[in-house]
């Protein structure tokens, strides 16, 4: 399975994209945390600019998104702009956001400093609410025509034919792990069936958001897709069924005051959880041959790893056979 490989996109060769764009960079290149794709904080002048202003290039890896579905990202952006709800869209450059120079395609956005989400501060929480119901009303209006949907096939049935065509797994454990993993893919399945998707955010985590003073602010659209709107807020869920409850009900309380929320959606989190599991273990599979996976998640090819992940497969599994979460409090 065929890798990407940025060793092309030297210093230089980022310079000359910038300045194709006008741009004339005016520091060094601060890398910022991203796996998938390259992104660049600098400072630049642009145009008759007499001080230069802060921005970041995000260089989009090859072969994952046709230039058709990154542009639907763009314009969704711009969209959620429009209606002002507070995302970073990327700058244009004579009516174009979808930016290239040589093999690459790229975007150029304002740089905008902020502090991470805390999951457990609920005046926080409670304007994350606020935000996802405004989101979702935005993506309610239309579908993606270019970008995929959370899917059985995407997120478990391809996944684990990466995990076993890469043949990654310890000989030891292969039996066990695929056991299990057959088993939850099988349930996950079975309960995975959505009555509404509207256009997400997609990976809506608390590394993806931030706040400057008292607003939060995604910058990032990058997993956007068709999906249930659960999808956007149960990653904010930890600790007991009790804790989580209370979590998604304040957080409801305030999406519902902008965006309806079907409750049987709820029953949709354990098999969302186990698609996140299985799809992020054949992300990293699938990218292994990049060497900064390799320097950023060196415990992926260890035994110890795959073990663990096999203790949580069986975790899943349990909760999946779990009644589902209830914003009825149990007794």
Known sequence: MANF???????????????????????????????????????????AAVRAEKFVVKFYRPQRWSNAQLQEEHDFAFELAGAEVPVVAPLQFAGQSLLQHNDYQFALFPSRGGRTLEIDNDDQLA?????????????KTKRFEQRPAFSVDSHLL??????????????????????VLDQVITLASAQYKPQQLIRLHGDCHAGNLFYAGEAPFFVDLDDCRMGPAIQDLWMMLSGDRFEQRDTLQLMLDEYEQFSDFDPSELQLIEPLRAMRMIHYMAWLARRWQDGTFQLNFPWFAT???????????????SALQQAPLSLVPDY
């Open 5 to 47: 490989d940025f060793s092309g996109l030297q210093p230089d060769t980022i310079i000359d994209a910038l300045s194709q764009y006008g741009l004339d960079v005016s520091s060094g290149l601060l890398p910022l945390n991203s796996y998938e794709n390259r992104v660049y904080q600098f400072s630049a002048y642009q145009g």
């Open 127 to 139: 304007m994350l609410g606020r935000f996802l119901g405004r989101m979702h009303q935005v993506g």
């Open 158 to 179: 391809q996944s684990r034919e990466v995990l076993q065509q890469l043949q990654l797994i310890p000989d030891y454990m292969h039996k066990a792990f695929f056991t």
């Open 303 to 317: 035994d110890k790893y795959w073990e663990q992940q096999c203790l949580a497969l069986k975790e899943q599994l």
